[in-house]
């Protein structure tokens, strides 16, 4: 059965930095696409960043480029997601997701339905 489970979310002020886990259990992620989607109350969920796991390359949003950074642990079968300088339109549910998918095709900003495996999410809140 496969699992994504996250972790590391909390409450933090603006300013403040925070780094989300995903442990993968039953897959390896080898040729997969792994990525974090983001929803945030009354919003559509949103991708984040995603990295290829064989090559270490990554595509992150614009909004979060040069405060985010998508990064993974092999040994652990584990993707992190640092977040500095964090805002508080940053607040949102933080989902883990992975697909397997051809090393031709493209890194970019995946839509949800792009996906095959979902964690459950980690909320994320930044006060003001």
């Known amino acids: 059965q496969v699992q994504l489970v996250e972790s590391g979310g909390g409450l933090v002020q603006a300013g403040d930095s925070l780094r989300l886990s995903c442990a993968a259990s039953?897959?390896?992620?080898?040729?997969?696409?792994v990525g974090w989607f983001r929803q945030a109350p009354g919003k559509e969920r949103e991708f984040v960043a995603v990295?290829?796991?064989?090559?270490?390359?990554?595509y992150l949003q614009d909004s979060v480029k040069g405060r985010f950074t998508i990064s993974r642990d092999n040994a652990k079968n584990t993707v992190y997601l640092q977040m500095n300088s964090l805002k508080p339109e940053d607040t949102a549910v933080y989902y883990c997701?992975?697909?397997?998918?051809?090393?031709?095709?493209?890194?970019?900003?995946?839509?949800?339905?792009?996906?095959?495996?979902w964690g459950k999410g980690a909320l994320v809140t930044v006060s003001s």
């Open positions: 997701a992975a697909v397997f998918l051809p090393s031709s095709r493209p890194l970019g900003a995946f839509a949800p339905g792009d996906m095959a495996y």
């Open positions: 039953g897959l390896t992620f080898g040729s997969a696409v």
């Open positions: 990295m290829r796991w064989r090559t270490a390359g990554t």
